[in-house]
């Protein structure tokens, strides 16, 4: 754990990223943009190894890669590491981040619902396709995942792919990520001729996704592991759902909106405010 000294000589990631009118005009329309260094090669070195210790340290999946189900063999997946680690606090609630989170939804202010490390093991599985706010018990459209790689990702590595255009559809049922979700959603872009997307990065850069936009990412056929921090926004002055709908939905309301009820305003302890344009 880090001293709150060392902590406060740590890059601050409070400087503006110049987002361009094209980009957000691009997540807009196709329901995601890549963004090139939105964190420096510095940058990234600063806050790299506290996250990936992070992980290592709350990781508790230990079984061979053949026990696992789909799920399980795509990532090892930690959540909230902002509430257990004073530097990835640091990375989590950067204004840079949020701002251009705020703009390209084109919202005033936005505010942290929660972060998770996604790390695909050398050799893990696919991760089938998705929406992700399929889990989340917001009643707004304006949600987005911002999804940055801490190493370089090539496609082979498991980069993310996007059904570009879909999150125009809007709720697509509640089908989580399994087998079933890759089969259904697979023949649904086809049908809709919807082009999938994918583009190696390199550490720093950073995706940012619509939680509607379906969305998935090939096994990690490399034998480094795939190292990716995301952080996810919604709009301020967003309400929960006062029907969530899916158990996963009431699980994610106990975990991230603690003592908020259906239909209240989503602010608890755990979404901090991140950005207000005014201010």
């Known amino acids: 754990m880090a001293t709150d ?24 329309t196709e329901g995601h943009v ?16 506290a996250i990936a210790a992070a992980v290592a340290a709350y990781n508790r999946e230990t079984r061979p890669m053949e026990e696992r189900d789909t799920y399980h063999k795509a990532f090892i997946q930690i959540t909230n ?5 004073q530097t990835v606090a640091r990375f989590v609630l950067a204004t840079r981040f949020a701002e251009i989170a705020a703009r390209l939804m084109g919202v005033d202010g936005v505010r942290l619902y929660h972060d998770q490390a996604l790390f695909k093991e050398a050799h893990g599985g696919l991760t089938p ?23 370089d990702v090539p496609v082979e590595m498991g980069a993310l792919t996007f059904a570009s255009r879909s999150q125009q559809g809007g709720f697509l049922g509640h089908i989580g990520i399994s087998d079933e979700s890759q089969e259904e959603f697979d023949q649904y872009v086809a049908g809709k001729g919807y082009t999938p997307t994918c583009s190696a990065m390199q550490a720093g850069d950073a995706t940012f996704h619509s939680g509607w936009t379906l969305h998935s990412a090939p096994g990690n056929s490399t034998d480094q592991v795939r190292e990716v921090m995301t952080v996810i926004y919604f709009a301020d002055g967003t309400r929960v759902m006062a029907d969530p709908g899916n158990e996963n939905r009431l ?19 755990l979404n901090p405010l991140l950005y207000r344009a005014s201010s």
């Open 5 to 28: 000294e060392q902590v406060s000589v740590l890059p601050d990631l409070s400087d503006a990223y110049p987002l361009d009118a094209g980009s957000v005009e691009h997540y807009r």
């Open 129 to 151: 396709w998705h929406q992700d706010q399929f889990y989340w018990p917001l009643d707004t459209s304006d949600t987005v995942t911002m999804w940055m790689p801490l190493v």
């Open 81 to 85: 590491l902002w509430q257990r680690d």
């Open 251 to 269: 699980v994610d309301l106990a975990a991230w909106l603690p003592g908020v009820a259906p239909g209240e305003p989503a602010i608890s302890p």
């Open 34 to 49: 890549l963004l090139r260094g939105v964190a420096s090669p510095l940058e990234v070195a600063a806050y790299r190894p």
